[in-house]
Structure formats: structure tokens, C-alpha cells
């Protein structure tokens, strides 16, 4: 035993001053290539996006996080697509397209001559199997958080797995027509159909990668696996890059897609690097490392333009309320809810706790969509009226429990504790007794708002999920819903037939209507369209902002 | 030597099971339990009904709780919310980073540390010594993340030399079999990527050594005045020796010893820092891992990671023991 220890002992030394020698005399070693953190003239033009975190996968159906959809939004393109910056839909691979009278056939004509990544041919066959894949989701896949955009625009699937399975589905059937006509055929119309489809889930992949990649979904302990290799490993669209590397948690790169049918993007590489921290995204681009990020704070933009770098403001596309539980006696008194439109502040709101760019909100929509009613001049901000109107209403007991919730930041409301403060003493001015009520975001308070109807005053929102004013107005006004507790037969009638009309202007002209009829009945007060914000380098041009974060990295290009 | 070992493993049972009974009690606790966590904001009351059988979370909580152990005794912490990838998979993917970040971390704080701690030592009550010792202070005491991004303002963002964050200029595309990043570029002859690889282990292995160098200052400087009085020190002074060979045969090997040990614990305390450091600087280790996993409530992957660090932690402190026998034969292991 001695001897073993004497030679463990030597052993140790050994290796200790080993370690030494090889660690303080170690700095030399290498040479002195490129720090890399340059772009010199005459290099490939690399377009660097900092983002918050990996995408999940790249199989477009089962995702509907940011992150995700903006790198599949390079490489994948769906049958319509958006004009960019905007909300208009316009061909994408689709060159054009015909709608039955009953708005329950859609006619795809397919842009010919267009080739898959893996070099297989576009065509009618391949969108059916695509849409024949979505429909035939089975088990796992037609989880809500797997498959929400499919059950958002179709509804169920072949069969209903699970107990939240939609229980009917919009689709129909998809026919090769021949090689270059899709014919969908739809159990009930959807005027909203076109807008779904533009979203990145409803992306034609490649049945051959499809198939050689393989999309299972696995339950693995109390969370589900994506154990398919389609969308990690094997990834193949029809979009102006290609899909290079992955490296999870460093980068992953995309590279241009030199048989693009459309016009020839100007950048050769894109890579996307996830820098999960908003102060570590902003000295990345200020050293030079990264060419963009989403998630600016407030506070960095005069750091970010005094170093020569862009902030660009992207149209709001979500919408701040002040909802009233209209079921309470207090709130069918008319004038009580006039009283409390004409005493909030909103533009003082916005002007102290909210950053720059954002607006104040008149209507449930977004300017940016159509639909938006140009008519609606807003609820002036006028105490005096608010106190006449109170006066006039006779009611006597203004105590009202005011809800906000607590430990959450949303796109619409950054700080909703510094909405609460602002709004609770706008209405005590006129008279009102405000009582706070506060709970977690999750998952108390949707539930207790949204599910049970607890609510009296509450502060709440929505970001668009597509451009359809059917995801505004009509998710909050078109059914009856425990959060606002009422049911306005015009309210409902305008929204349910704007929904089944297919006609587009006369869809428009019924939305504008219906936004009047919520205007004048003041469900609740919309006091915000906030703006999120980017920071883009100062060599980069042609970053064109999305209402629906959707952009379109082949218009960007790289000066120098 | 070999039943010291066993009975160190055999240990790890009870810890093991009792931070199991914890982190299985904690996800239950969540508010809303796993399913709000996995459908989050999209979680309607019927949704969350769906969720809650299908995962068996409507079963009892023993039953529960056995299903969790029987996985985790297999490593299956189940899918990362964040990726759809087993939680397993993606920690291995993600401990090369860890590992070389906290090793070159180790390396600045063990060739910084012990001679600054033993010329403070060697100078007591000079400069020097101040200096070394409130420096020491200042580096226990200053929160890494701030110490981050101050060393990424000035070394990345005013003066340029070295990157703010990620392990390697992904322009590079280089090959990375072991996902140890410098070595891979030894192994695949790909000197240039070793080198950018180096120069992104710099700034955060600087941040992480910051509370590792302190103590070890701070050891090495009390270790050696303790022994520089000893008899043993005076007797070789008196024999004449020169000066080089009691510096190192008495001073330093002696001095050595709480050294080690203490180097040996810094492992679990870069582990800890390494949460932080990494998500500074977009190191994608497994603690950036982590902690955009408490973000993003990615249950399956904290549990992961807590049993994991707790193996890891245990298994070290072992090894502490054992090179602690090696290096004093006063130590009985046994």
C-alpha cells in the first residue's frame, strides 16, 4: 500500500504541474488569424439577426413562436403570401387564384418551373400531400401547443385524438386538379381562409424530405419529443434561402437559394444567433457582431442611433383595453360607460409609461388592418363631461374593483401596474372609488377573466395572430364571452356576416360598420397600439418591418 | 481506497432521492402544474383538462412520483419545452461549453491566484499585500453579470479586441466533433478556429474566474504565511538552503494543501457561476441553458439539470478527497 501511495502521490504532482505549465504558458499558442469581427469588402454579404432564443424546429407545422417562424419565413413559402411591410395578400406560390360563389372551393393555379431545395419538383401533388399531412395529425400532433395555427384556421383534424380536438374541421379534401392546379375543397366558408394561409405553418415543404426526414411526436415524460427529422436534420422549401447548419444554442445558417424562381436575393448567408439577454444583443450590435435584433428597450435607443445603427419601428399590430364586465348593472348604464371613456387619460398614459412610437388606441383593430374605420375620431379625454355624465346617470354606489395582473410584461401593456396607477387615478378624479385586484398573469388571471367572468374593470389585450379583423374584433365580439358579459345582437349580426361574405370590399365595409356599432356601445376602451421595436446596423438596408413579424430577409442587403 | 469510494456512491442514493421527492414536488407546485407550463398562454381551461390526462398528471401523486423516479433513474428527464429535444441529449450537447468555459475560468484563477497570493504572502504588509487582499475582496464580492458586461464594454465594444458573446464566429463554419471547441480545432487542423474559439473563452472565462481567483488568493496568502513561520522553514533558512528550493519543497508544497481542497470546491461554485456567465455572454452551455429554461418554465429541463449538477457536484467533492490523500499522507481516505 505504501508504494501506491508514493506512486499516486507522484502521479498527482505529475499532473498538477503539467496542468500549470500547459495553462500559464498556453497564451501563445495558436496564430494570429482574424478576430472575424469585421466585414471586409469582397467577403460574402452575411446578414447576422441576433434572436431571443433557437427556434423549436424547422417543420413549419408544428410551430407558432416568434423565433421559429421567422427563420421558416426564408425558407419555406406558402400558396399566398404578404405583400411586404403590409397586410395585403398577394401571390406567393400560388401565381393566382379562383373562389366559388359558396366560398366553399378554392382554385390554386401553381406557379410552375419552381424546385424544392432537395431538387424535387413543385406541383399540385406535392401542396395536397402537404395538406393531407396537416389534416391527418394524429395523437400528440394535434395538441393545442403543436398544432395551433392548423386548428386556428381549419379547425379539427381526421379524427379527434385528444379531448381538446376541434371537434369539425373546415377542411375538406385537396385535389391535383393536374400538375399545376390545387383545388381545396372547404365544409364551410371561411372568409378569413386567404390570410390563414399566408402564416408560415401552412408552408409546402417537400414530400420527398417530408418523408426521408421523418415528423414523429413522442410523449417523453410530462412534455412531448420531436423526434422527426424533417425540420433539424433535413429541411427542404421552395424560399430564397436554404437551409445549411445547425448548431443548437450557437447559430444556425442559411445560405442563397441560387435556383430561387424569384428575384435573386442580395445577401449569400444568413445566421441566426440566439443571445437570450436584451443587454447582450445590444453590445453585440454595437461591436459589430450581430446586424439586427427584436426586443429593443426603450432605454438603448438613444445608445443604439449614437452609434450610427437604425432603430426601426414595426406597425403596431395589437391592441390595449380597459374591458368592462358588462353583465354588472353598473356597466348597462350607457352613461357610466361614456363617463369612464371620456375620463381616462390615455394619451397621458402613453406619454409616461410607454415608449416611443406607441398610439392611442380608438377601435379593437389595429390601423394597420383593413377594416380599420378611418370615421372613428376617439373618446376625448374630458373629466368635466366624465363628471356630468356620472351625474346624469344616477347611479350612486362608483365603487368598482379594478383588475390588473401582476408579474407580466406584454407586448401592449410593458408595465400594467403603471397602467393600473394611471387609469385607477384618472377615474377617482371624477368621482369613481377604484378597489385594486391583482393576480398572477398565469394562470389565474385569463381564467379568471376570460373563463370565469370575474372581472369588474380589467386591463387586457391582444396581438394579432394574422391579418383578418376576424382575429380582432371578431375573436373578442362576434360570440358571447365571459370577459365583456354582454350579447349585442347588431354587434353580432355585422361580425358574422362579414365572416361568411366573400366578397373583399363588402367584408370591409361591414368591418368598418362594425367597429361604429363597438364604438358607440363601449364595451370597453382600447387605449393602446404599442409599436415593437428593432435595432438594425447601420450598413444594412432594405429591412422592411412586418405588422405580423413576418420579413422578408431577401430585400435586405449589406453596404460596404 | 476502493470501499471509500463505494460508500461516496452509496451516499449519492439519499441525496438523490431526496432532491427527487423535491423536484417532482416543485413542478407540482408550479402554479397550474406542468400543463400551464407547457400550453402557456394558450391554456383554456378544456386545454389544460386535454393535457392533464394525457400526461397522467390526473393519476396520483405517488403513482406520479414513481413514474418520475423509474425515468430519471434512466436519465430520461423527458422533452426540453424550449427545443422538443430530449432534456439528456440536449445537456450533453451543451456540457463541452460548460466544461471548457469552467476549466479556462480554473486555469486563470489557479496560474493567477497562487503567486499572487503567495507574493502577497511573501510582501506581508506592503502594497502588494493591500493590494491583493482588497482586490480579493472586490472579486468575491462584485456580481458576476456586472462584471461581465463591464468587461465586454470595454474590451469588445470601445476597444474591439475580443468578441461579446457565442463560442466561435459562426462565418467560420467550422467542424466541431467534440464540441470542445479549441481542441476540435487541433484535431480537425483548423488552428484559426481553435484561436477564435480561444478568444471567445476569454472575456467569460475572466468573469467566471472572478470569485474562484479571490478565494484562492486569499487561501494561498493565509496558507503560506502560516507555514513560512513554521520550525521546518527556519531550519532550512539556517541550513543554508537556497533560496528557490524552499520556496518550492517547503513553502509551496506545503502551503498546498487547504489550496487544493479549496480549488476542488471552486468546481461546484463555476458551475453555479457558469448560469450566469453563460447567459451573458451567449455562451451555449448547458447553464444558458438553464437559465433560459427558468424563463420559458422549461420544467423537464431544470430538473434535469438540478439532478445532474447534483451528481456532478457530489462525484467532484470525491475526487477532492481523494487527490487531498495523494498529496498528504497524514489523510487516511479510509
Same mark, same amino acid.
Given at each position: 500500500?505504501?508504494?501506491?501511495?508514493?506512486?499516486?502521490?507522484?502521479?498527482?504532482?505529475?499532473?498538477?504541474?503539467?496542468?500549470?505549465?500547459?495553462?500559464?504558458?498556453?497564451?501563445?499558442?495558436?496564430?494570429?488569424?482574424?478576430?472575424?469581427?469585421?466585414?471586409?469588402?469582397?467577403?460574402?454579404?452575411?446578414?447576422?439577426?441576433? /434572436?431571443?432564443?433557437?427556434?423549436?424546429?424547422?417543420?413549419?407545422?408544428?410551430?407558432?413562436?416568434?423565433?421559429?417562424?421567422?427563420?421558416?419565413?426564408?425558407?419555406?413559402?406558402?400558396?399566398?403570401?404578404?405583400?411586404?411591410?403590409?397586410?395585403?395578400?398577394?401571390?406567393?406560390?400560388?401565381?393566382?387564384?379562383? =373562389?366559388?360563389?359558396?366560398?366553399?372551393?378554392?382554385?390554386?393555379?401553381?406557379?410552375?418551373?419552381?424546385?424544392?431545395?432537395?431538387?424535387?419538383?413543385?406541383?399540385?401533388?406535392?401542396?395536397?400531400?402537404?395538406?393531407?399531412?396537416?389534416?391527418?395529425?394524429?395523437?400528440?400532433?394535434?395538441?393545442?401547443?403543436?398544432?395551433?395555427?392548423?386548428?386556428?384556421?381549419?379547425?379539427?383534424?381526421?379524427?379527434?385524438?385528444?379531448?381538446?380536438?376541434?371537434?369539425?374541421?373546415?377542411?375538406? /379534401?385537396?385535389?391535383?386538379?393536374?400538375?399545376?392546379?390545387?383545388?381545396?375543397?372547404?365544409?364551410?366558408?371561411?372568409?378569413?381562409?386567404?390570410?390563414?394561409?399566408?402564416?408560415?405553418?401552412?408552408?409546402?415543404?417537400?414530400?420527398?424530405?417530408?418523408?426521408?426526414?421523418?415528423?414523429? =411526436?413522442?410523449?417523453?415524460?410530462?412534455?412531448?419529443?420531436?423526434?422527426?427529422?424533417?425540420?433539424?436534420?433535413?429541411?427542404?422549401?421552395?424560399?430564397?434561402?436554404?437551409?445549411?447548419?445547425?448548431?443548437?444554442?450557437?447559430?444556425?445558417?442559411?445560405?442563397?437559394?441560387?435556383?430561387?424562381?424569384?428575384?435573386?436575393?442580395?445577401?449569400?448567408?444568413?445566421?441566426?444567433?440566439?443571445?437570450?439577454?436584451?443587454?447582450?444583443?445590444?453590445?453585440?450590435?454595437?461591436?459589430?457582431?450581430?446586424?439586427?435584433?427584436?426586443?429593443?428597450?426603450?432605454?438603448?435607443?438613444?445608445?443604439?442611433?449614437?452609434?450610427?445603427?437604425?432603430?426601426?419601428?414595426?406597425?403596431?399590430?395589437?391592441?390595449?383595453?380597459?374591458?368592462?364586465?358588462?353583465?354588472?348593472?353598473?356597466?348597462?348604464?350607457?352613461?357610466?360607460?361614456?363617463?369612464?371613456?371620456?375620463?381616462?387619460?390615455?394619451?397621458?398614459?402613453?406619454?409616461?409609461?410607454?415608449?416611443?412610437?406607441?398610439?392611442?388606441?380608438?377601435?379593437?383593430?389595429?390601423?394597420?388592418?383593413?377594416?380599420?374605420?378611418?370615421?372613428?375620431?376617439?373618446?376625448?379625454?374630458?373629466?368635466?363631461?366624465?363628471?356630468?355624465?356620472?351625474?346624469?346617470?344616477?347611479?350612486?354606489?362608483?365603487?368598482?374593483?379594478?383588475?390588473?395582473?401582476?408579474?407580466?410584461?406584454?407586448?401592449?401593456?410593458?408595465?400594467?401596474?403603471?397602467?393600473?396607477?394611471?387609469?385607477?387615478?384618472?377615474?377617482?378624479?371624477?368621482?369613481?372609488?377604484?378597489?385594486?385586484?391583482?393576480?398572477?398573469?398565469?394562470?389565474?388571471?385569463?381564467?379568471?377573466?376570460?373563463?370565469?367572468?370575474?372581472?369588474?374593470?380589467?386591463?387586457?389585450?391582444?396581438?394579432?395572430?394574422?391579418?383578418?379583423?376576424?382575429?380582432?374584433?371578431?375573436?373578442?365580439?362576434?360570440?358571447?364571452?365571459?370577459?365583456?358579459?354582454?350579447?349585442?345582437?347588431?354587434?353580432?349580426?355585422?361580425?358574422?356576416?362579414?365572416?361568411?361574405?366573400?366578397?373583399?370590399?363588402?367584408?370591409?365595409?361591414?368591418?368598418?360598420?362594425?367597429?361604429?356599432? =363597438?364604438?358607440?356601445?363601449?364595451?370597453?376602451?382600447?387605449?393602446?397600439?404599442?409599436?415593437?421595436?428593432?435595432?438594425?446596423?447601420?450598413?444594412?438596408?432594405?429591412?422592411?418591418?412586418?405588422?405580423?413579424?413576418?420579413?422578408?430577409?431577401?430585400? =435586405?442587403?449589406?453596404?460596404? | 481506497?476502493?470501499?471509500?469510494?463505494?460508500?461516496?456512491?452509496?451516499?449519492?442514493?439519499?441525496?438523490?432521492?431526496?432532491? +427527487?421527492?423535491?423536484?417532482?414536488?416543485?413542478?407540482?407546485?408550479?402554479?397550474?402544474?406542468?400543463?400551464?407550463?407547457?400550453?402557456?398562454?394558450?391554456?383554456?381551461?378544456?386545454?389544460?383538462?386535454?393535457?392533464? +390526462?394525457?400526461?397522467?398528471?390526473?393519476?396520483?401523486?405517488?403513482?406520479?412520483?414513481?413514474?418520475?423516479?423509474?425515468?430519471?433513474?434512466?436519465?430520461?428527464?423527458?422533452?426540453?419545452?424550449?427545443?422538443?429535444?430530449?432534456?439528456?441529449?440536449?445537456?450533453?450537447?451543451?456540457?463541452?461549453?460548460?466544461?471548457?468555459?469552467?476549466?479556462?475560468?480554473?486555469?486563470?484563477?489557479?496560474?493567477?491566484?497562487?503567486?499572487?497570493?503567495?507574493?502577497?504572502?511573501?510582501?506581508?504588509?506592503?502594497?502588494?499585500?493591500?493590494?491583493?487582499?482588497?482586490?480579493?475582496?472586490?472579486?468575491?464580492?462584485?456580481?458576476?453579470?456586472?462584471?461581465?458586461?463591464?468587461?465586454?464594454?470595454?474590451?469588445?465594444?470601445?476597444?474591439?479586441?475580443?468578441?461579446?458573446?457565442?463560442?466561435?464566429?459562426?462565418?467560420?463554419?467550422?467542424? #466541431?466533433?467534440?464540441?470542445?471547441?479549441?481542441?476540435?480545432?487541433?484535431?480537425?487542423?483548423?488552428?484559426?478556429?481553435?484561436?477564435?474559439?480561444?478568444? #471567445?473563452?476569454?472575456?467569460?472565462?475572466?468573469?467566471? +474566474?472572478?470569485?474562484?481567483?479571490?478565494?484562492?488568493?486569499?487561501?494561498?496568502?493565509? +496558507?503560506?504565511?502560516?507555514?513560512?513561520?513554521?520550525?521546518?522553514?527556519?531550519?532550512?533558512?539556517?541550513?543554508?538552503?537556497?533560496?528557490?528550493?524552499?520556496?518550492?519543497? #517547503?513553502?509551496?508544497?506545503?502551503?498546498?494543501?487547504?489550496?487544493?481542497?479549496?480549488?476542488?470546491?471552486?468546481?461546484?461554485?463555476?458551475?453555479?457561476?457558469?448560469?450566469?456567465?453563460?447567459?451573458?455572454?451567449?455562451?451555449?452551455?448547458?447553464?444558458?441553458?438553464?437559465?433560459?429554461?427558468?424563463?420559458?418554465?422549461?420544467?423537464?429541463?431544470?430538473?434535469?439539470?438540478?439532478?445532474?449538477?447534483?451528481?456532478?457536484?457530489?462525484?467532484?467533492?470525491?475526487?477532492?478527497?481523494?487527490?487531498?490523500?495523494?498529496?498528504?499522507?497524514?489523510?487516511?481516505?479510509?
Amino acid at each position: 500500500m505504501r508504494v501506491h501511495r508514493k506512486a499516486g502521490r507522484l502521479v498527482a504532482l505529475t499532473a498538477a504541474a503539467g496542468l500549470l505549465v500547459a495553462a500559464c504558458g498556453g497564451d501563445d499558442a495558436g496564430d494570429s488569424g482574424d478576430s472575424g469581427t469585421g466585414n471586409d469588402s469582397g467577403d460574402p454579404k452575411t446578414f447576422i439577426f441576433g /434572436s431571443s432564443e433557437d427556434p423549436k424546429t424547422l417543420d413549419a407545422a408544428y410551430v407558432s413562436d416568434g423565433e421559429s417562424l421567422r427563420v421558416i419565413y426564408q425558407v419555406y413559402e406558402t400558396l399566398v403570401a404578404l405583400e411586404p411591410g403590409t397586410t395585403e395578400v398577394v401571390p406567393g406560390l400560388a401565381e393566382e387564384w379562383e =373562389i366559388s360563389d359558396d366560398g366553399l372551393t378554392y382554385t390554386f393555379h401553381l406557379r410552375e418551373g419552381v424546385t424544392f431545395h432537395d431538387g424535387e419538383p413543385f406541383n399540385a401533388e406535392a401542396v395536397c400531400f402537404n395538406f393531407d399531412r396537416w389534416y391527418n395529425f394524429t395523437g400528440p400532433q394535434q395538441s393545442g401547443d403543436v398544432s395551433y395555427y392548423w386548428q386556428t384556421v381549419f379547425g379539427g383534424f381526421a379524427t379527434a385524438d385528444l379531448e381538446s380536438s376541434p371537434a369539425t374541421s373546415r377542411y375538406g /379534401s385537396c385535389e391535383a386538379t393536374d400538375e399545376f392546379t390545387a383545388t381545396l375543397n372547404l365544409t364551410e366558408p371561411s372568409s378569413a381562409l386567404l390570410a390563414g394561409l399566408v402564416l408560415p405553418p401552412f408552408s409546402i415543404a417537400s414530400p420527398t424530405a417530408i418523408e426521408e426526414g421523418g415528423t414523429d =411526436i413522442e410523449q417523453a415524460g410530462d412534455s412531448l419529443s420531436y423526434t422527426g427529422g424533417f425540420g433539424s436534420e433535413v429541411v427542404a422549401g421552395t424560399g430564397p434561402f436554404k437551409f445549411v447548419s445547425w448548431e443548437r444554442g450557437e447559430s444556425l445558417t442559411l445560405e442563397r437559394n441560387d435556383d430561387y424562381w424569384g428575384d435573386a436575393p442580395a445577401l449569400d448567408e444568413i445566421i441566426f444567433r440566439p443571445i437570450p439577454d436584451a443587454t447582450a444583443r445590444l453590445q453585440a450590435l454595437q461591436a459589430g457582431e450581430i446586424d439586427a435584433y427584436e426586443g429593443v428597450n426603450a432605454a438603448d435607443i438613444g445608445a443604439i442611433e449614437s452609434n450610427g445603427d437604425q432603430v426601426v419601428e414595426r406597425p403596431a399590430f395589437n391592441v390595449g383595453y380597459v374591458g368592462f364586465n358588462n353583465k354588472l348593472p353598473i356597466f348597462q348604464n350607457e352613461k357610466i360607460r361614456q363617463a369612464i371613456a371620456h375620463a381616462l387619460n390615455r394619451q397621458g398614459l402613453l406619454d409616461a409609461a410607454y415608449p416611443e412610437g406607441a398610439v392611442v388606441a380608438n377601435q379593437f383593430l389595429p390601423p394597420e388592418q383593413w377594416g380599420y374605420n378611418d370615421g372613428i375620431e376617439g373618446y376625448e379625454y374630458d373629466p368635466e363631461l366624465a363628471k356630468q355624465l356620472i351625474a346624469d346617470s344616477g347611479e350612486t354606489n362608483l365603487t368598482l374593483e379594478f383588475w390588473y395582473p401582476a408579474d407580466v410584461s406584454r407586448p401592449y401593456m410593458p408595465d400594467p401596474q403603471a397602467v393600473y396607477e394611471s387609469f385607477a387615478a384618472d377615474l377617482q378624479a371624477v368621482g369613481f372609488t377604484i378597489v385594486p385586484k391583482t393576480v398572477p398573469w398565469t394562470p389565474d388571471y385569463l381564467q379568471n377573466i376570460q373563463g370565469d367572468g370575474l372581472g369588474q374593470l380589467f386591463l387586457l389585450g391582444w396581438t394579432g395572430d394574422y391579418a383578418d379583423p376576424d382575429n380582432f374584433v371578431g375573436t373578442f365580439f362576434r360570440q358571447d364571452r365571459p370577459e365583456f358579459g354582454f350579447s349585442d345582437p347588431t354587434i353580432q349580426g355585422l361580425l358574422n356576416e362579414a365572416l361568411a361574405e366573400t366578397d373583399q370590399a363588402a367584408r370591409e365595409a361591414l368591418y368598418q360598420e362594425a367597429n361604429q356599432a =363597438i364604438y358607440d356601445y363601449i364595451p370597453g376602451v382600447p387605449f393602446v397600439h404599442n409599436q415593437p421595436l428593432l435595432a438594425v446596423a447601420g450598413r444594412v438596408t432594405g429591412y422592411t418591418p412586418s405588422p405580423v413579424s413576418l420579413e422578408d430577409f431577401d430585400l =435586405i442587403d449589406i453596404e460596404g | 481506497m476502493l470501499r471509500f469510494i463505494v460508500r461516496r456512491l452509496a451516499l449519492l442514493v439519499p441525496i438523490l432521492l431526496g432532491l +427527487s421527492v423535491l423536484l417532482f414536488a416543485w413542478v407540482r407546485a408550479l402554479p397550474g402544474g406542468p400543463a400551464y407550463a407547457l400550453l402557456g398562454e394558450r391554456a383554456t381551461p378544456e386545454a389544460v383538462a386535454a393535457i392533464e +390526462s394525457q400526461l397522467g398528471l390526473d393519476r396520483p401523486l405517488w403513482e406520479q412520483y414513481l413514474q418520475f423516479l423509474g425515468r430519471a433513474v434512466r436519465l430520461d428527464f423527458g422533452a426540453s419545452l424550449q427545443t422538443g429535444q430530449p432534456v439528456i441529449e440536449e445537456m450533453l450537447r451543451r456540457f463541452p461549453a460548460t466544461i471548457e468555459l469552467a476549466l479556462a475560468a480554473l486555469l486563470i484563477a489557479v496560474c493567477v491566484g497562487i503567486p499572487l497570493g503567495y507574493l502577497a504572502a511573501r510582501r506581508y504588509g506592503t502594497w502588494i499585500d493591500s493590494l491583493a487582499v482588497t482586490g480579493s475582496l472586490l472579486g468575491v464580492t462584485i456580481p458576476i453579470f456586472f462584471l461581465a458586461y463591464i468587461l465586454k464594454y470595454v474590451f469588445a465594444v470601445e476597444l474591439g479586441w475580443l468578441p461579446t458573446a457565442g463560442r466561435s464566429d459562426p462565418r467560420a463554419r467550422a467542424d #466541431h466533433p467534440t464540441g470542445f471547441y479549441v481542441l476540435d480545432g487541433i484535431i480537425t487542423g483548423n488552428l484559426d478556429a481553435s484561436w477564435d474559439a480561444i478568444q #471567445h473563452l476569454i472575456l467569460p472565462a475572466l468573469a467566471l +474566474s472572478s470569485i474562484p481567483l479571490a478565494v484562492i488568493v486569499r487561501i494561498t496568502r493565509a +496558507s503560506v504565511l502560516n507555514v513560512v513561520n513554521e520550525d521546518y522553514v527556519r531550519t532550512a533558512e539556517a541550513k543554508g538552503l537556497l533560496p528557490g528550493t524552499i520556496t518550492w519543497r #517547503h513553502v509551496l508544497k506545503n502551503a498546498m494543501l487547504p489550496v487544493t481542497t479549496v480549488i476542488g470546491l471552486q468546481l461546484g461554485v463555476l458551475l453555479a457561476g457558469a448560469v450566469l456567465t453563460e447567459t451573458v455572454f451567449a455562451f451555449a452551455g448547458v447553464g444558458k441553458f438553464m437559465a433560459d429554461g427558468i424563463v420559458q418554465r422549461d420544467f423537464p429541463t431544470i430538473q434535469g439539470f438540478i439532478l445532474v449538477i447534483a451528481v456532478v457536484y457530489v462525484v467532484i467533492n470525491m475526487i477532492v478527497d481523494l487527490v487531498y490523500g495523494l498529496l498528504d499522507p497524514r489523510v487516511r481516505v479510509s
